[in-house]
């Protein structure tokens, strides 16, 4: 026979068919009465004022509710956006835009000669003349040891100085540059701001306080002279500075003396010196020490003995001298009420000349 406590149809499938999994549930006596029971009236359910097991809302007008958990989430999101745009704009170590453009701004001054140019007495030594304090190529660039500035250490410094020097010896000293066009190796010194000026300055000379070629390095037209000797005599100095907090600034103030001849000359013809003084200011970010690359910002040329009449956009124009010396070219008149003539370009006379 079936168990008196089972149901007639029997267990429900599942079950165990008693109450033995129940039985540690007890509702007493005492829990029964305290149990609070509200039948609510027909007039309040329809009313739906009774409370609702919501949480608390919000209203935002048009908008709708949100709970007030997600209202304070949103706030702090917003409040910690605003912090980081703040501290990110007013950061002073955060890199700003990286300058471009036609940044460099050249000024060239011809030289005109005195008297007449007369040839190196020894064309063998041609520079016996010049007054003590020149020396052969690098050496006479004078690059001072690495000192800290205030927000730039010793170990950025001489590395700036390091790259100037590079840079000096590929755009004043170098062969290939002097006399052969080559351009690539001072090019790869200029920062990826200027490049662009650098280029247009190589593809389109001109004298327009921008776009002088010969404002980024000296060269001569191989067509006209050739190098008569193997050095270039030297003599300047360098100095540091800081631009801004972010900006170290190196200016560079050098002499260059070349023995030059006419191109296809044999050896034993007339030697001419010409002297070109480069006034060069250099400026480094961060970015630029760490890439070994610079931002010339301004350069001053002076160069001689030169016609006054004859652009120096290109190439450095010397008037060589002959056998028996070349009368000087006479210089132009400048009329100031003539605005198609440039107010920048400037002729001196070269001292000693």
Same mark, same amino acid.
Request: net charge negative; charged share 15%; hydrophobic share 40%.
């Given at each position: 026979?079936?168990?008196?406590?089972?149901?007639?149809?029997?267990?429900?499938?599942?079950?165990?068919?008693?109450?033995?999994?129940?039985? =540690?549930?007890?509702?007493?006596e005492?829990?029964?009465?305290?149990?609070?029971?509200?039948?609510?009236?027909?007039?309040?359910?329809?009313?739906?004022?009774?409370?609702?097991?919501?949480?608390?809302?919000?209203r935002?007008? /048009?908008?709708?509710?949100?709970?007030?958990?997600?209202?304070?989430?949103?706030?702090?999101i917003?409040?910690?956006?605003g912090?980081?745009?703040y501290?990110?704009?007013?950061?002073?170590? &955060?890199?700003?835009? &990286?300058?471009?453009?036609?940044?460099? +701004?050249? =000024?060239?001054?011809?030289?005109? /000669?005195?008297?007449?140019?007369?040839?190196?007495?020894?064309?063998?030594? /041609?520079?016996?003349?010049?007054?003590?304090?020149?020396?052969?190529?690098?050496?006479?660039?004078?690059?001072?040891?690495?000192?800290?500035?205030?927000?730039?250490?010793?170990?950025?410094?001489?590395?700036a100085?390091?790259?100037? *020097? &590079?840079?000096?010896?590929? =755009?004043?000293?170098?062969?290939?540059?002097?006399? *052969?066009?080559?351009?690539?190796?001072?090019? =790869?010194? @200029?920062?990826?701001?200027?490049?662009?000026?650098?280029?247009?300055?190589?593809?389109?000379p001109?004298?327009?306080? %921008? %776009?002088?070629?010969?404002?980024?390095?000296?060269?001569?037209d191989?067509?006209?002279?050739?190098? !008569?000797?193997?050095?270039?005599?030297?003599?300047?100095?360098?100095?540091?500075?800081? !631009?801004?907090?972010?900006?170290?600034?190196?200016? +560079?103030? %050098?002499?260059? @003396?070349?023995?030059?001849?006419?191109?296809?000359?044999?050896?034993?013809?007339?030697v001419?010196?010409?002297? @070109?003084?480069?006034?060069?200011?250099f400026?480094?970010?961060?970015?630029?020490? !760490?890439?070994?690359?610079?931002?010339?910002?301004?350069s001053?040329?002076?160069?001689?003995?030169?016609?006054?009449?004859?652009?120096?956009?290109?190439?450095?124009?010397p008037?060589?001298?002959?056998?028996?010396?070349?009368?000087?070219?006479?210089?132009?008149a400048?009329?100031?009420?003539? %605005?198609s003539?440039?107010?920048?370009?400037?002729?001196? @006379?070269?001292?000693?000349?």
């Open positions: 026979m079936g168990d008196p406590r089972e149901p007639p149809e029997g267990a429900p499938d599942g079950g165990s068919g008693n109450d033995d999994e129940y039985r =540690s549930v007890v509702f007493d005492s829990f029964v009465r305290a149990a609070r029971i509200q039948e609510l009236s027909a007039r309040e359910r329809l009313s739906g004022s009774f409370g609702r097991a919501t949480r608390p809302r919000v935002l007008g /048009p908008l709708g509710t949100v709970p007030r958990q997600a209202l304070a989430l949103l706030m702090l917003l409040v910690a956006f912090a980081a745009v501290f990110g704009v007013s950061s002073p170590n &955060r890199q700003a835009a &990286r300058p471009e453009g036609s940044q460099l +701004t050249v =000024s060239l001054v011809a030289l005109s /000669p005195a008297s007449a140019v007369r040839p190196a007495a020894d064309p063998a030594n /041609p520079f016996a003349g010049l007054p003590p304090g020149y020396s052969d190529g690098a050496i006479g660039l004078g690059t001072p040891a690495g000192t800290a500035t205030a927000h730039f250490s010793k170990v950025e410094v001489t590395k100085l390091d790259t100037v *020097q &590079r840079y000096l010896v590929a =755009s004043s000293l170098a062969p290939s540059t002097l006399m *052969q066009g080559a351009t690539a190796e001072v090019r =790869s010194f @200029v920062t990826p701001g200027e490049q662009a000026q650098f280029d247009g300055s190589v593809t389109q001109v004298d327009d306080r %921008h %776009h002088a070629l010969t404002g980024w390095l000296v060269r001569f191989p067509a006209q002279v050739a190098l !008569a000797a193997d050095s270039v005599k030297v003599a300047g100095a360098m100095r540091i500075d800081e !631009a801004d907090s972010g900006t170290l600034q190196i200016t +560079t103030d %050098h002499t260059f @003396v070349y023995a030059l001849k006419p191109a296809g000359a044999p050896s034993g013809a007339p001419t010196t010409e002297t @070109v003084r480069r006034q060069l200011t400026e480094f970010d961060r970015v630029d020490l !760490a890439t070994a690359q610079l931002r010339l910002v301004d001053v040329l002076q160069a001689g003995p030169a016609p006054c009449t004859v652009s120096m956009a290109g190439f450095l124009q008037v060589l001298a002959g056998p028996d010396g070349t009368p000087p070219p006479a210089p132009p400048v009329d100031p009420g003539n %605005h003539r440039p107010a920048w370009q400037v002729c001196g @006379v070269l001292a000693g000349g």
